[in-house]
Structures are given as structure tokens and as C-alpha cells.
């Protein structure tokens, strides 16, 4: 069984064929730079998108605050007023490196 009918198309695909054998670096490396030229333009539109005023009231919805014990609170407080200030221990010191 003969495929006649491909016999004009095969004569029509030729010419692309050897083009593209023919060109297939430089088609290669057009379609590189163009990917990456298309990257490097999305990224730079999205670092400078700024979120709308919905987003950012979604976020602040779902923020809870902390939430301090009055126990810690109390302590926190103790430890405080019990604070000594050591800057009077090193007044007097002498340098051992210093002569």
C-alpha cells in the first residue's frame, strides 16, 4: 500500500524542514530570551503590586492579639521593682590590660 497522497505534502514540508535544521540554534535561543524576558517583565509587576484595602482588612481580621494572665502580668512587675542597678559594681575596677 502506497501513501501517494503524502508525496506533495512531504514536497511542501521540505523546505520548512531544513529551515528549522538549519536554524535551530538561533530559534532555540530566540525562544530562551523570550521566556525570559516575559519573567523578568511578570516579576517586576508583581514586586511592586501593592494589596488592595480588602486583602489588607482580611489580614487585620484574622490577627489575634495575646493575651497576658494578670499572675504574669503581676510578676513581671515584682521582678521589676526587685531590678538592682550593677553599674555600682564595676566603678572601682581597675583594668588589668590598661598600664
Do not use: C, H
Not at 528549522?20 to 517586576?44: E, H, M, N, Q, T
Amino acid at each position: 500500500m502506497k501513501l501517494e497522497f503524502l508525496t506533495p505534502i512531504n514536497k511542501k514540508l521540505t523546505p520548512l524542514y531544513n529551515l528549522l535544521k538549519r536554524d535551530s540554534a538561533i530559534i532555540f535561543l530566540s525562544i530562551v530570551a523570550v521566556v525570559f524576558g516575559y519573567l523578568i517583565w511578570r516579576i517586576g509587576n508583581l514586586a511592586g503590586a501593592e494589596p488592595t484595602k480588602s486583602q489588607i482588612d482580611e489580614k487585620l481580621r484574622t490577627i489575634t492579639r495575646a493575651r497576658i494572665d494578670p499572675a504574669s502580668i503581676k510578676k513581671i512587675e515584682d521582678l521589676r521593682a526587685q531590678n538592682i542597678d550593677i553599674r555600682s559594681y564595676f566603678v572601682d575596677r581597675n583594668n588589668p590590660f590598661q598600664e
